[in-house]
Every structure is written in structure tokens, then in C-alpha cells.
């Protein structure tokens, strides 16, 4: 036994042996039988063919040089660079070579590179000698002939004799034909000539050129043929021919490789198809003796998985199941049953479903419900049930029957779940998407639905609806100083006062922001509105603690009715709202009634806003100048300039009309750099026309004064127009300087620094206080017309006009009056000491073609 034994372990280690050293000798013959690599062959065959290329431009460029076709050497160059990089890169032998092959390709690649040196040296010389040669050759013809074309002189016909010769061989390419020896001769008789006269002078310079032809032409062509004859060629094939010989003898010798590589390892194929035939029996018998337990096995684990699944997922699974008999009698339910109704299992084992009955399902309901499990098998709805404590919820069921071997209904499985939740968010979502998140009142989406419903009601009842606009006045100043957590508090008492005031059948509804609407239905009188909409403005009007400040805050509105005023509620919503700014702009803390008048001028002022924003881009604008004159002498010193709108379809349009209109909706910013630069542009082209121009003033208004950076835009479009500081003068209003004193008077200081003039315009109807008339640096005043045009009457008026031009002078402060409109007033102003005056009786606004006519007559006055 010990000997078997014995046997078989020596018979396995020399097995195991001989794979080991065949497995040796496959893995040397693989990786003798690869080392010639294609891409490694193909790449140096490569470089061989670049090199033989190269060098053949390179004695072509030699060439082409020679003969005149190449003005520079940048190709030489190219070709010499690429040579030696070619050179060096053939000079990495492949590996694969055997040693001799690789000592000869490494000679031969030596004495290559070594010629090709010798062949560089070669062509640097002929560089600098055929340069040398061809200035002379370009030089010379053409100054011989502008030599001879003169008047005769000693040796001139010797002198032309020689150079055609010389050209002549020059020309045809017959340098080594030619006779150098006659033309040396010729060349030497010429030179020892003396130079008496400056022909002779300048034949002796033009012979020197002659002398580097005839000593250089022969250098040249032996150096062309050099070159060309060089041994790099005849080297680089015998490198060729040696590199492919090489290459030869390694592809035969790795081609014995592969032939071993192959016969050895089909020896170990056929010995591993037979390991594989005896590996396969000894399979296909296991698997026979193996197959039948397997196949028991695996049956029975599927069902013990599925069994184990079913459980899982009626013991864990979140929804109620229930399973009764086809008596719908209870016989199995999941913990999540007793979870959702507080049953345990034993108290409804063997009870129908309707333990958890609410009540709240007629018979019929549950008539139909078995009617579709009769037809269809299956049911699913929602359904209120009872908890065990008696509570009643609200659940999503679906009931399923399973039916027996005779196909007849054996079990019902019931599957529920507790929607009370959804229930309570979809509550909350359809609240929120109905009222305002801030005061519970119902919102826009919900107001529409309230009119429409009251419109309902008024028609059937033949009575009056009305829809309230409220807005609070000035609730814009309360967020800005206080914050918006003490406005929103504001807006929540205002909705509770309006709740309080109005019937249950009204309604009040948040419009957005500090706007409210109020649905009045069915109103007997008209007046009825008006009495609910006063006790509404009444109740919040009334004080407000707010942060610890009991503020008074009031409101407008607005009101249409239903049939007077439209039958729907965008057509309602409009109308009231057009009715509340018109209770703005009376004076607020009013309600006004909708009326025709309110909608045309408020379609009036929308169209008009709308024509207004391409205005410019049309050039609508104009520009009219009114003169000021001095109030001594009555000489043109001054204009303002005045903005007109000339409207496409109403003609001319006051500013009064349309510069509030530009205020509101941010045009006046653009407006007024544009009457800036319209007025610069002007001025320019009356300096341009040799006129005597006069400062010109331009109103600025409030937004532009804040919102811009005046002094830099000022300053940008003096410079682009070239004009000094002192002719463009501005007129601020004392409201606007007032809004922010201390920034105000920052701005002026800049402008007072740049030199431009600043008028506080209609001075005497804001503030005029003398304290802010000494902060601000402004250079004059302008008296208000109200005041001007009440003089000749005896009235305040009159001794408040003398008073406002003493002030002024006293405070260093020219004073002009606007409106000056007879004599009676000029004569009054000029006797208190107005400085200027404007109005009619000096000069309308007028255009700027008009306007030239003054200035002309100034000009001709200055002349004269």
C-alpha cells in the first residue's frame, strides 16, 4: 500500500515537474517571439524614409537658392534642423536586433551623421559666399546702366564692353565656360586706369563688384556641387539596406520561435482535452447522484420563502388587512389592524367587519358595495369606520374576494388606511390656497368665487351688490420706518375692525398688500353701501398701538354696484379701484362712488403713460427756451429751458400733464439727462455758428437728484460737448432739498466746486426757511408767479414778494421773478431790487430756431 502510494505521489511530482518546465519554456519562446514589434519597425522604416526626404529638399533648396528661385535660407534651415533631429532619433537602435546587426546600424548611422555634418559646413559657406554674389549680381547691371546713360567719358565704351561680358556670362548660367582669365585682364586694365574724372571715380566702385562676381562665381558652383555630390545619400542607403537585413534575419529567427511556441502548446491542448473528458465523467456522475436531492431541496425552500414572505408582509405591513370566511366572519388581522382601531386580535376573531361600523354608510351603500364584489370581485372606496374608543375616522378600504377550488367565494381580504391626515392637509391646503396667509381673510382666488356668488344672489333677489376698494393711505411709510413686522401687525387689526363692522353675509377679502375689497349682497339702497363703506373708513381710522406708538393711520375707498356699474367681478374690481384713487387724489380718508367721468380720465392717463415710454425713442421731446433779462437793463442774460411732449395724435402737451406721469413710472431719469444733453448739444452748435450764448437752467427733478450720480453725469456731458461749467445752470424745488438735507447738501458742495449755478426754484410755497437757505450752497432764488402775479393788488402777497428780495440779499442770493407778465409788475420788483426777470412780457417759450433770433440781436449789440 505504502508502495502504491509511494508511486502515485512520484508519478504526480514528475508531472508537476514537467508542467513546470514547459511552462517555462512557453513563457521564453512567447517573449522571444514578440520582441519584433511592428509599430517599432514601422516607426524607425519611418524615420528612414523622413531622413532620405529631408535631405533631398535640402540639396533642392541648395539648388533652387543657386539658381535665383529662393530669396532667403529659412528653408535650408528648416530641412538642416529636421535632419539632425531625424539623425538623433535613428540613432535609438531596436532593441530587437541581434548584436551585430545593431554594432554595424550604429556605424553606419555615425559615418551618416558625420557626412551630413561635413554637408551643414559645406552649405554655410555657400550661404555667405552666394549672398556675397548675389548683391553683387542684382547691384551691378543696374548701376552700370545708369553709368553709361550719361555723356561720354574716358574708358566708357572698354568699361560697357566689359560688363556686357561679364552680364552675358552672368545671365546664361555659363560661370566654369566662361574665361575668367580675359575677364580678370579686362577687369585689372579698367582698374589701372586713374579716376581723373567722377565717372571714372564711380566705375572704379561698380568694378569692385565686379571683382566679387568673378572671384565668387566659381567658388559657388564648386560649392553647388559639393553639396549635391555629397556621400549622405549613398550613405543613407547603405544604412537602409543594412537596418532591412536585420530586420530580416529577427523575423526568421522569431518566426522558429513561434513554430516551437506553437507545436509545444498544442502538445499541452490535446493534454488538457483529455484532462477535460476525465473531469466531465467524473461531473456528469456527481450530478446524476446529486441531482434529485437538489431539486427536493429547492422546492421546499421556495415555499418556506414564500411562506416566510407572506407573513412578513402581513405582520409588518402598514395598512390594515383583515381576512375573513365567506360567512364574513374574521378569522385573521395584522398588528397594524389593531394599530389603526384599537382592537386587539382576540376581540374580533370570529366577528364580522361590522364591529367597526360608523353609522355614517346608509344600507344602500353597502348593498351596492357587495353588488360589485358579486360582479367583480373586488371593491375599493372611502369609507368612515369606528376606532374601540369610538372615535370615527376616515379610511381608504379595498376588499378583495379570493375565491375556492369551485370558483365560488371561499375568503375576503380586506386592506385599509387611516386617511385622517390627508384629509386634515387637503382641509389646510384648500384654506391656504382660499385666504391670506397673513390675516385669515379670504384672498383674490377666493374673492372672485364671493362676487360670483353674490352676483347670484343680487339677481335673483333684484337687488344692489356692492364691491368696496380700500387701500390704506400712506401704509408704505410705516413698513419703511418701522418695519414690516409692525405693518403686518397693522393690517392684521385693520382686518379684525373691518370684521367687526361688517353683516355675516358680507365678506372681506385681502387684495395683496394694503389693499382690501369688501362684497356687500344684496343691498336694498344704493346709500346702503355708502353707510357700511363710512363705518369701515370710521373704524380704521381710529388710533393704532403699533411698537409702543398709538398711530393713526386712515384709508380710501372706492365703491361700484351691481347692475349700474357691471355684472362681473373684474369689471366690479376695476371700476371700484379706479373710484379709490379717485378718493386719493381728493384729499383721502374718503370713498368716492365710481362714475363715467373717473374711468375716462383714468383710461385717459393710461393710454397717455403708455404713449409716454417711446416718446424719446420717436422724438416726441422739445426743448422751448424762455429768456431771462436783466431787471435794470432788459438785456437777454439767461433761458430756461422747458420741456414740451409733441404728441403724435393731441398735439402739443404741457409738462405739468406728463413730467408727474414720468415721476411715477422712473421715465424722468432718462428725461432729464436727455434735456441736459439736448441743451449742451445746443449751446455747441450756437458757439459752433459764432453766437454770444447765455447760460441756460434746467428744472431737475426729485427722482433725478437722488437717484443719479448728477455731478458725474454733468461732468461727462460738458466734456463731451466741450462747453465751460458756467453755462449750464440747474433749478431744484426747496421740497426736493428738504427730502434729504444733508445729502442735498453734499451734492450741491460738488457742484458749487465744478461751477455750476444752482436756483431754488418756486421759492415761498415749501418750507422757505432761512436756516436751510444758509446749509445749502446755492447761488440764487426764484420767486414763485404766485406771488409775482398778484402784484398791482393790495394783499400779503405783495409785501411777501419785498420780503422774500431782501432776505435774498441780505444772504448774498440773486433773486429772479418768474411770471413777470406787465409793467406794473417790473416796475414793483425793479423798485425792491429783483435781480432778473422772466415771463411773458420779456419773451414766451419758444424753440431753439426761434430762440437764435435773440441771441442774434445780443451779438450784433456786442459787436456794435
Known sequence: MRETLAALRAH??????????????????????????????????????????????????????????????????????????????????????DDTGQRQLEARIQALIAAQQEKALAIDRFQRANSVLRNSTLYLPAAAESLLAGEDWPQRKAFESFIRRLIGAELTGNREATDLAALRSALQQLLDTPALTPRQVEMRQLLVHARLIIDHAPEVSGLVDRIVRAP????????????????????????????????????????????????ERDRRALVAAHADLADRYEAQRRVEAQLQLYGTVFTHAAEGMTITDSESRIIAVNPAFCTITGYTPEEV???????????????????????????????????WNRRKDGAIFPEWLSITAVPDDSGESGNYIGVFIDISERKQSEARIHH??????????????????????????????????????????????????????????????????????????????????????????????????????????????????????????????GIALYPEDGDSASELLRKADAAMYRAKEEGRNTFRFFSTEINTATLGELLLENDLFGALERQE?????????????????????????????????????????????????????????????????????????????????????????????????????????QLIELELTESLLMRNSSRATAMLQVLRRMYIQVAIDDFGTGYSSLSYLRQFPVQSLKIDRSFVTQIGEHGESIRLASAIIAMAHELDLEVIAEGVENEVQARYLREHGCDQFQGYLYGRPQAADQFVSLLSARHLDGVC
Open 12 to 97: 504526480r511530482a514528475w508531472r508537476m515537474i514537467l508542467i513546470a518546465i514547459l511552462t517555462g519554456l512557453l513563457t521564453w519562446l512567447f517573449f522571444r517571439a514578440g520582441e519584433v514589434s511592428p509599430e517599432a519597425h514601422n516607426t524607425y522604416t519611418r524615420l528612414l524614409r523622413q531622413y532620405q526626404h529631408y535631405d533631398e529638399q535640402l540639396n533642392a533648396k541648395v539648388v533652387a537658392s543657386y539658381a535665383g528661385l529662393l530669396k532667403n535660407y529659412d528653408g535650408m534651415a528648416y530641412y538642416q534642423t529636421r535632419l539632425r533631429e531625424t539623425g538623433n532619433a535613428l540613432q535609438v537602435v531596436p532593441k530587437w536586433l
Open 232 to 279: 549622405s545619400g549613398g550613405l543613407h542607403d547603405e544604412l537602409t539596406r543594412s537596418y532591412l537585413d536585420a530586420h530580416q534575419s529577427a523575423l526568421a529567427l522569431a518566426t522558429y520561435y513561434r513554430t516551437l511556441l506553437y507545436a509545444i502548446a498544442m502538445c499541452l491542448l490535446a493534454y488538457a482535452m483529455y484532462a477535460l473528458v476525465r473531469i
Open 349 to 383: 376573531l370570529g366577528r364580522t367587519p361590522a364591529v367597526l361600523n360608523s353609522g355614517r354608510q346608509s344600507e344602500d351603500f353597502y348593498h351596492d358595495m357587495w353588488q360589485t364584489l358579486k360582479e367583480s370581485g373586488q371593491w375599493q372606496g372611502e369609507i
Open 621 to 725: 421731446l422739445l426743448l422751448h427756451y424762455q429768456p431771462k433779462v436783466d431787471a435794470k437793463t432788459g438785456e437777454l442774460i439767461g433761458a430756461e429751458a422747458l420741456m414740451r411732449w409733441q404728441h403724435r395724435e393731441q398735439g402739443m402737451i404741457a409738462p405739468e400733464q406728463f413730467i408727474p406721469i414720468a415721476e411715477e413710472n422712473g421715465l424722468i431719469n432718462a428725461f432729464g439727462e436727455w434735456a441736459i444733453r439736448n441743451v449742451c448739444a445746443q449751446q455747441r452748435a450756437w458757439l459752433d455758428a459764432g453766437l454770444m450764448v447765455v447760460p441756460v437752467a434746467v428744472n431737475i427733478s426729485a427722482h433725478q437728484f437722488i437717484q443719479q450720480d448728477l455731478p458725474r453725469m454733468l461732468s461727462q456731458v460738458l466734456a463731451d460737448y466741450g462747453l465751460p461749467p
Open 432 to 557: 391656504l390656497a382660499h385666504h391670506d396667509a397673513l390675516t385669515g381673510l379670504p384672498n383674490r382666488l377666493l374673492l372672485e368665487d364671493r362676487i360670483g356668488q353674490g352676483l347670484l344672489k343680487s339677481k335673483r333677489s333684484s337687488r344692489h351688490m356692492g364691491v368696496i376698494f380700500i387701500d390704506l393711505d400712506r401704509f408704505k411709510n410705516i413698513n419703511d420706518t418701522l418695519g414690516h413686522a409692525v405693518g403686518d401687525n397693522l393690517l392684521v387689526q385693520a382686518a379684525q375692525r373691518g370684521l367687526h363692522v361688517l353683516r355675516d353675509t358680507d365678506t372681506l377679502c385681502r387684495q395683496g398688500g394694503d389693499e382690501f375689497v369688501v362684497v356687500l349682497p344684496e343691498l336694498e339702497l344704493r346709500q346702503d353701501a355708502a353707510h357700511v363703506c363710512q363705518k369701515l373708513l370710521t373704524a380704521l381710522c381710529q388710533p393704532y398701538l403699533l411698537a409702543g406708538h398709538e398711530l393713526t393711520v386712515s384709508a380710501s375707498a
